[in-house]
Nanobody
Framework: QVQLVESGGGLVQAGGSLTLSCTSS????????VDWYRQAPGKQREFVAS???????DYAESVQGRFVISRDNAKNTVYLQMNSLEPEDTGIYYC??????????WGQGTQVTVSS
């Protein structure tokens, strides 16, 4: 059974940093596109960042220059380094691994809370 597991969330003050991790059993990340999404209370889930095989990472405009997505193929892990966090970054962060026409899996999410 495929599982995506996010970790690294928590409570941080504005201006601080957190690094989220996404690991998988059953999916090889080096053969997948891996995205991070987030959902703030009362809002729709929104795209944050994506790392797609050998293509340059993509970021939402709201996190460009502050967040960095990366992967460690040896550990089958994708990271989201979040810097200069703002209260508006608060939400549940989800990892998604997909391959067009093949599979599309989501994790259960990890809570990130940024206090002002």
């Amino acid at each position: 059974q495929v599982q995506l597991v996010e970790s690294g969330g928590g409570l941080v003050q504005a201006g601080g940093s957190l690094t989220l991790s996404c690991t998988s059993s059953g999916i090889i990340f080096s053969r997948s596109a891996v995205d991070w999404y987030r959902q703030a209370p009362g809002k729709q889930r929104e795209f944050v960042a994506s790392i797609l095989l050998d293509i340059s990472p993509d970021y939402a405009e709201s996190v460009q220059g502050r967040f960095v997505i990366s992967r460690d193929n040896a550990k089958n892990t994708v990271y989201l380094q979040m810097n200069s966090l703002e209260p508006e970054d608060t939400g549940i962060y989800y990892c998604r691994a997909w391959r067009s026409g093949d599979y599309d899996y989501w994790g259960q999410g990890t809570q990130v809370t940024v206090s002002s």
